[in-house]
């Protein structure tokens, strides 16, 4: 926990940079890096250290192995067709999001494949409950970020393209050490694994947590696309600034994911579901009581003195908006660690994502109206996943891993 929250810090550091660069590169960066950000980065985690934890429990290490290798093949597979045709997309993509120099979209590409393997092997570290080397791979991808983005502005002269090659620099450093240090589970001999069982598991997993990354990443692409340059990169501030309480926050059930999955498999009762809820709801709601006061301040030792009206407007509802993501985010993690099939609950978070988006395209008359949107969104969110919750305590023989959600 520690060790996200540090290597939160040092990733949110890298905005600092915005002060040398102009604000409509600070938007062209804020949007590609929202397009890294909405990739299906959580759920594959989840999806991974889910399948370790089940793994390891049951005393099957070699099946591991041959999930870390088919889906390293599979990605790599699908990110080259998709490359291609980005790249035969390239004038109508840049032309839409005011962009100029393609060279942000290069480097963007290489960022999203090496976004979409790096959350294998972490999920592989975070099921084993490896969090000594978790973290530090963590801390070494967001510390080799903001190196990264700091010489390439600073030093080449280069900005979102500069900014984006520190996010590259970052994704290898951290990729390296946790494929070394997770090498006992994927260089075993591959054992056969049972891919009917698991495409039962995956396919609600990847479907609830894709819409939890969409409510938590969508609305800055659609800014950039709706709102002129200099008013996207004050958006991508505020954003920025609001988005580290869920950094603050989401180590909390990324601690508690792995546990629960032991837990389930084998029967064990636990309350830490409970605890955990209330611990995100007073950081959360600390969080932005904080920011709400101390924004404008904040906004002026990270920004330009141009963000500061625009920014601190749009701070406080930010800011409140990320609460009830942030628990719904705990109940959702709590729901897909256990063994049941949950393909009912992920067409719903994707339902409720996707009829985001379809709003989104309807109400952006200010950049307030937006946060409005994402306001109704996230707390239809939550009590969809508070309903689920309710429904399963009410079934009969189940473990109670939620004993405590309840009464919070």
């Not at 240090?181 to 894709?210: C, D, E, G, N």
């Not at 008013?231 to 909390?252: E, F, K, N, Q």
């Not at 409140?320 to 949950?342: C, W």
Request: with cysteine; aromatic share 12%; proline share 4%.
């Amino acid at each position: 926990m520690v060790s996200t929250v540090a290597g939160g810090a040092m990733m949110w550091a890298v905005h600092f940079l915005s002060k040398a660069i102009p604000e409509r590169e600070y938007g062209d960066f804020g949007a590609f890096l929202a397009v890294v950000m909405v990739l299906p980065a959580i759920p594959l985690q989840m999806l991974f250290a889910q399948q370790t934890a089940r793994a390891l429990a049951e005393n099957r290490p070699g099946e591991i192995s041959s999930l870390v290798r088919a889906s390293m093949l599979a990605t790599v597979l699908v990110w080259s067709l998709a490359a291609i045709l980005v790249l035969a997309c390239q004038e109508s993509i840049l032309k839409q999001w005011k962009v100029s120099n393609p060279a942000g979209l290069w480097f963007t590409l290489p960022v999203v494949l090496l976004t979409l393997v790096l959350p294998m092997f972490w999920g592989v570290l975070q099921g084993a409950q490896n969090f000594l080397w978790l973290g530090w791979s963590l801390i070494l991808t967001s510390f080799g970020r903001f190196a990264g983005a700091a010489f390439a502005v600073l030093v080449v002269g280069a900005f979102a393209p500069g900014m984006l090659s520190g996010v590259l620099f970052g994704l290898m450093v951290g990729l390296a050490l946790a494929v070394y240090h997770s090498r006992a589970y994927w260089t075993v001999k591959p054992t056969p694994f049972a891919w009917r069982v698991f495409s039962k598991q995956a396919i609600p997993l990847m479907l609830a947590f894709i819409g939890f990354q969409i409510l938590f990443t969508a609305d800055t692409m659609f800014v950039k696309a709706f709102f002129d340059e200099n008013d996207a990169g004050y958006y991508v501030s505020a954003g920025t600034l609001s988005r580290a309480l869920m950094w603050l926050v989401l180590p909390l059930a990324a601690v508690m994911f792995p546990r629960l999955v032991h837990s389930a498999v084998k029967s064990e009762k636990t309350n830490l579901t409970g605890i955990v809820l209330l611990g995100t709801g007073i950081l959360s709601a600390g969080g932005a009581m904080g920011l709400a006061v101390l924004g404008p301040l904040v906004i002026r030792i990270v920004y330009k003195e141009t963000y500061v009206e625009v920014a601190s407007s749009l701070l406080p509802w930010y800011a409140a908006v990320m609460i009830p993501l942030s628990l719904a985010n705990v109940l959702l993690n709590q729901l897909m660690a256990r063994p049941q099939n949950r393909l009912v609950l992920g067409i719903c978070v994707l339902a409720t994502a996707c009829g985001y988006m379809f709003a989104l395209t309807r109400f952006h008359d200010s950049l307030s109206s937006v946060l409005k949107v994402m306001g109704v969104a996230n707390m239809v969110f939550l009590l969809l996943c508070a309903l689920f919750t309710w429904l399963d305590r009410k079934r009969p023989n189940v473990c109670s891993c939620e004993t405590g959600v309840g009464g919070a």
